[in-house]
């Protein structure tokens, strides 16, 4: 018989994670005529010592938890179905350990944000557990995101994620080194309506990016009151602003600036009138009179993307990566401590920075948990921020 072919098929499969025991044996020598003692060679250094995970392990919990939201309790019943008897608390306790060792990464990436030129920032809430008082307190979740690729930057993206454990009436504004920032306008008492932003020795308020500006007003403030007024929205609220803003991605700031002023201004400028006409007609007490007056308060701004090229008419970029905690927040119900909610922010930023610069998250952690257990100079922290990792970096 000759071939005269073949006819070739291909199948998905699939297999489970696989669990092993590493066991390293490190053999004693001595020598019997002299007297230069025992000789052993040095034990690999690990990130918890004396405790059972490796580094890969400790890493396939984070990304579990905080990638894929899979809270510890059910970590602890999958691995109970391949035989491993290891409880939520134990697994608590090797994420609190690798949070703590990955602080100064995720405060040096922080340093860069601070840095920057334009921020996003939004807030969400989880609730945290209040030892001693048998319930939860309100925690909030601050995220800064660097996301430039709209307007041609050149720096790279970043999240960095913090955490203030108190409730919103005593919580502090957030105070960040930074040129300008611009953040996702929410209803929080005692911090709408300004966001300090530390310039040298000065300070200024930069007024809010309204998340729901007129091109997306109808979507985001209206459509769920469904009155007549509402539906209005839908053909006064700019329309054809989304066109102009997918036209101009990817292209420099002065042109985008351009473009906006040339063609966009006037659509804003048309809302402006039909929102002071409707504003007249409803109540300010009623829901939707509340939601006009909103928009109204913070216009100025509303058009802050009218006066600078930088900015986007919408904050998906930092939306986009606060949704994972509320992901997170769904599946955990809460988080256990105020130490808790900081790991959680801490490591939330890491993967959220890795994903955003196309880095896989699990290999991310894995090699630089690694890195961090072989004593990794700080100084040389930059290396294992996520943009600069490669697999052999570390």
Known sequence: MHRIGEDRTERLDIVPAQLRVIVTIRPKYACRI????????????????????TEGAIAHV???????????????????????????????????????????????????????????MDETTAPVLDPGKGRTKTGYFWT????????GGWTHRASSTSTHPAAAADMPRPSWTASTAFSRS??????TGSLTVAQGRHSAHCRPLLGACAAQAPGEVFERDGSAIAREAGSSASPGSDEIEDEIRGTDAGHRLAVRQARTAHLVANFREWLNAARARVSAKSRLGEKLGYIHRHWDGLQTFLTDGRVEIDSNAVENLVRPIALNRKNALFAGHDEGAKAWGR?????ETAKINGVEPFAYLKGTLEAIAGGHPNDRLDELLPWNWTPTSS
């Open 34 to 53: 002299c007297t230069d003692g025992v000789r052993q060679a040095p034990a690999r250094p690990w990130l918890i010592e004396g405790a059972l995970p």
């Open 62 to 120: 984070l990304v579990s938890k905080y990638a894929d939201h899979c809270p510890l309790y059910r970590q602890s019943q999958i691995l109970a179905r391949s035989g491993i008897q290891i409880d939520r608390s134990t697994l608590a306790g090797w994420v609190g350990k690798a949070a703590f060792h990955l602080g100064p990464v995720v405060d040096r990436l922080a340093e860069h944000l601070k840095r920057s030129t334009k921020l996003f």
């Open 144 to 151: 800064l995101a660097r996301d430039d690729r709209r307007w």
């Open 186 to 191: 929410t209803a929080m008492p005692a911090t």
């Open 347 to 351: 490591i939330a930023s890491l993967i």
